[in-house]
């Protein structure tokens, strides 16, 4: 059981920096975990934005790499999004998603592997 907590999002302009924060509070066993970021813009599908798994391994989007960072303190399982250069395409709700054993720690297929969500935090970038 995994419960997930967003917050940092916010409304900034073209350029502009952000940084979204994920706490998370998991019962049993903590190992194995991979965490994302996934985010869904209106009248689109959810895409995955960054991951990162217990191993440190990280995957990003195309559309972010170089101007996202997600990490993690694994102490604690909070996870993080630095995000810069920020561009209105951007603009979305961002999810938190966490779960363990995932055949694959990937930012493809809008998350569906992921059992595991937070409530969102809006992102707006104008």
């Not at 603009?91 to 809008?110: E, H, N, Q």
Request: charged letters at 20%; hydrophobic letters at 35%.
């Amino acid at each position: 059981q995994v419960q997930l907590v967003e917050s940092g999002g916010g409304s900034v302009q073209t350029g502009g920096s952000l940084r979204l924060s994920c706490a998370a509070t998991v019962y049993g066993t903590k190992s194995d975990y991979c965490m994302g970021w996934f985010r869904q813009a209106p009248e689109k599908a959810r895409e995955g934005v960054a991951v990162i798994h217990d191993d440190g391994t990280t995957r990003y989007a195309d559309s972010v790499k170089g101007r996202f960072t997600i990490s993690k303190d694994s102490t604690n399982f909070t996870l993080w999004l630095q995000m810069a250069s920020l561009k209105p395409e951007d603009t979305a709700m961002y999810y938190c998603a966490a779960d363990r054993g995932l055949l694959r720690c990937s930012v493809d297929g809008g998350g569906v592997e992921f059992g595991y969500w937070g409530q969102g935090t809006q992102v707006t970038v104008s």
